[in-house]
Nanobody, 117 residues
Framework: QVQVVESGGGFLHPGGSLKLSCAAS????????MAWYRQAPGKERELVAS????????KYIDSVKGRFTISRDIAKNTVYLQMNSLKSEDTAVYYC??????????WGQGTQVTVSS
């Protein structure tokens, strides 16, 4: 079965930066849709960022625009989420999702990001 594994989470103070990685056991070719979601305690999971078509098409929720950047490295089968100027509101478990044609949609187990003073 296809495996999707996130890494890079941790604890940091407001204003800090983290880079999350999402490594897949299957090839990430141009047709695959990749996304980062997050879920804070007591809240529903929300879509944070997505990337499609060779990395040229990206989308972000308003609260992270200008601070977060999603990117992909097809050769390494890896998706990244660079997070800058982190706020306490960004505290959540972050999940990677990759949707392949035919194979379908797969989720990682999540990585915890905690932003606190």
């Amino acid at each position: 079965q296809v495996q999707v594994v996130e890494s890079g989470g941790g604890f940091l103070h407001p204003g800090g930066s983290l880079k999350l990685s999402c490594a897949a056991s299957a090839s990430i070719f141009s047709s695959a849709v990749m996304a980062w979601y997050r879920q804070a305690p007591g809240k529903e999971r929300e879509l944070v960022a997505s990337i499609t078509s060779g990395g040229s098409g990206t989308k972000y929720i308003d609260s992270v625009k200008g601070r977060f950047t999603i990117s992909r490295d097809i050769a390494k089968n890896t998706v990244y989420l660079q997070m800058n100027s982190l706020k306490s509101e960004d505290t959540a478990v972050y999940y990677c999702n990759i949707d392949w044609p035919v194979l379908g949609s797969y989720w990682g187990q999540g990585t915890q990001v905690t932003v606190s003073s």
